[in-house]
């Protein structure tokens, strides 16, 4: 018998697929912040390209938000990576 895609809704959320992006995603985010704000020269704006880095977190950071309420795709192959092959 095989898993329906959904996920199992009772699988608790640190075993749900995403998380990893999630906590990255904000790793990510913060640290490229705090680089940001503390890099800064005096009399410098904060109009710099290194808010592409943040800008990577929080797309991280909503894939992984999603992926672990969503919960397996359709292409997702239980014994890891995905399976392509008509079924």
Same mark, same amino acid.
Request: aromatic letters at 6%; proline letters at 9%; hydrophobic letters at 45%.
């Given at each position: 018998?095989?898993?329906?895609?959904? +996920?199992?809704?009772?699988? #608790?959320?640190?075993?749900?697929?995403?998380?990893?992006l999630?906590v990255?995603?904000? $790793?990510?985010? *913060? /640290?490229?912040?705090?680089? *940001? *704000?503390?890099?800064?020269?005096p009399?410098?704006? /904060?109009?710099?390209?290194?808010? $592409? +880095?943040?800008? $990577?977190? /929080? *797309?991280?950071? +909503?894939?992984?938000?999603?992926?672990? /309420?969503?919960?397996?795709?359709?292409?997702?192959? #239980?014994?890891?990576?995905? %399976? %392509?092959?008509?079924?």
């Amino acid at each position: 018998m095989t898993q329906q895609p959904g +996920g199992n809704p009772k699988k #608790p959320i640190l075993k749900r697929r995403g998380v990893g992006l999630v906590v990255t995603g904000i $790793l990510v985010m *913060i /640290l490229f912040g705090i680089y *940001i *704000i503390v890099g800064k020269s005096p009399g410098e704006g /904060l109009a710099t390209p290194v808010w $592409l +880095g943040v800008a $990577l977190g /929080l *797309i991280m950071t +909503g894939f992984g938000v999603y992926r672990a /309420l969503a919960g397996p795709g359709a292409l997702d192959n #239980p014994q890891g990576g995905t %399976n %392509n092959e008509p079924m």
